[in-house]
């Protein structure tokens, strides 16, 4: 028997490439960035976490009442690993755009994954 499709929400993937290392070392700065994407984004904040490794890098999680926004970073390559997923009315491009231009990426890799059962093959 084949079950309904249905939409989940969108899953972006986003890689920032060849970023400034000072942006990424330290939770306080990463914070303040992946706080003020959300609020660009137009996410409802529900609760955040931000570790910081000692002696550099981060990750952090912003729950929100759309889902999640997610980061890990890897200042010493210059990187950092992003992903967003939404199933309400939100804007994820204009998080990406932020987090890019706090960062000072020179490359964005983003994917997006529709998640849901509209992607599930038939099983019998």
Known sequence: MTQPQKNHGKHYLVDFIDCDK???????????????????????ILEHYFYQFDPIGVTGIILIAESHFAIHTWPEDGFAAFDILTCGQMYPERAIEALKETFSAKEVNTKLITRGTGNRKEQS
Not at 27 to 35: P, R
């Open 22 to 44: 000072e942006r990424l070392k330290f939770a306080a700065d990463v914070k303040e960035a992946f706080l003020e994407a959300a609020v660009k984004s137009e996410a409802t």
